[in-house]
């Protein structure tokens, strides 16, 4: 093991800003509906502070954890993850929310387990294609673990939760990619895997209007096309500077999640085409780090485990901006580091001290 450097500073501090700017926009954006529904406009920034601070101390802890270590654990972590993913499709265990069952109801705080299985999943994938070298090129050695990111996906997509699931099946094809797969392999698992989306938009009614609203939103300007419309109205309005952190007025019920998936429509409204921008170049510096990371890793497992991480990281981010943007159907996609959510931030949070502990030991090349 070559001797520990200081952590990534650059990455260090990019992911710091991304979430003291997400605190902030989860306040502003929130301020009005806590008042309305909790009497309480502090409700929704207190949980959400209460969360990064254990994100941070989580974050912290894996930088000084050994990810060499995390091979140990890879099986059995995988395990519990789906375990989880299967109690919360269980009525009485998972807790469901506007006809989506995602969480673990835990009494003082509620749990997602697919945020937990997208980082088990990498963790995995990293330790088990390492080892496999040149034999991943035959698609015969890469069925097993195809058929276990399709097994994690089939669940997820019954919570429904068809975001989370294109989340986790592009970051898996990711780590194929690095560990070496052949781009005709992955490239017939992309056309399945496009085929399997349209089925489940296709023939679940709910999915089929997002979609259709996604190419005329106008078409049904008060039903499906209404979040996209109002998305819109609250990133033209901003113009170049936007109208004043707070003085959004999208936010006043007109903008439905705007605090949680649509939170880049606020600041985009806020803060303007200046701070949105602000946004896109965080992420991007993000992906920076984190490739150069992976690129500079010591060893297969490390490079990987770094690979997987950044892109699922930045993939999410990708979606989340493209569909406030109306660029991409609806999917119910949080913005990494700022969107309102505890098991997002404390995952993505946990995935980046994991790449803050492999850049301790990366080597220039």
């Not at 929310?97 to 835990?106: Q, T």
């Not at 276990?148 to 094809?173: E, H, K, R, S």
């Not at 496009?194 to 709910?206: H, T």
């Not at 419309?229 to 999208?250: C, D, E, N, R």
Request: with cysteine; glycine share 10%.
């Amino acid at each position: 093991m070559p001797k520990k450097n200081p952590p990534d500073f650059i990455l260090f501090i990019t992911v710091l800003i991304l979430l003291g700017i997400g605190i902030v926009m989860v306040f502003s954006a929130s301020q009005y509906v806590t008042i309305v529904r909790f009497q309480n406009p502090f409700f929704f920034v207190e949980k959400q502070l209460l969360w990064a601070l254990i994100g941070i101390v989580a974050m912290i802890v894996m930088m000084n954890f050994d990810y060499f270590k995390l091979k140990r654990f890879a099986g059995v972590i995988v395990i519990l993850a789906f375990i989880l993913l299967i109690l919360v499709l269980i009525p009485g265990i998972g807790k469901e929310v506007n006809g989506a069952r995602r969480w673990i109801d835990l009494g003082f705080v509620s749990f997602a387990p697919a945020e937990l299985v997208k980082t088990s999943l990498i963790i995995f994938m990293a330790y088990k294609l390492s080892k496999m070298q040149n034999s991943i090129r035959r698609f015969s050695s890469l069925l097993p673990y195809i058929i276990v990111m399709g097994l994690a996906a089939g669940l997820i997509i019954l919570q429904p939760n068809l975001g989370t699931t294109i989340i986790l099946c592009g970051t898996i094809m990711c780590v194929f990619l690095a560990a070496g797969a052949r781009i005709l392999h992955l490239s017939a698992l992309c056309g399945l895997g496009i085929l399997a989306v349209a089925a489940a938009i296709y023939f679940e009614p709910y999915r089929l209007k997002r979609f259709l609203a996604f190419l005329n939103p106008e078409a049904d300007p008060q039903g499906a096309g209404y979040q996209i419309i109002q998305s819109l109205y609250a990133l033209g309005s901003g113009g170049l500077f936007g109208v004043g952190l707070g003085q959004s007025k999208q936010k006043f019920l007109y903008l439905p999640e705007n605090h949680t998936d649509f939170i880049f429509a606020i600041i985009g409204e806020e803060l303007g085409f200046a701070g949105a921008s602000l946004i896109i170049l965080l992420f991007m510096l993000f992906a920076w780090r984190g490739f150069k990371i992976a690129i500079t890793s010591p060893d297969a497992f490390a490079s990987l485990l770094a690979a997987g991480i950044t892109c699922g990281i930045v993939l999410e981010a990708i979606i989340n901006i493209g569909v406030v943007a109306g660029s991409m159907p609806v999917t119910g996609t949080p913005l990494p580091f700022i969107s309102f959510g505890g098991s997002s931030l404390l995952f993505t949070l946990i995935g980046v001290g994991i790449l803050l502990n492999i850049s301790r030991y990366t080597v220039q090349k």
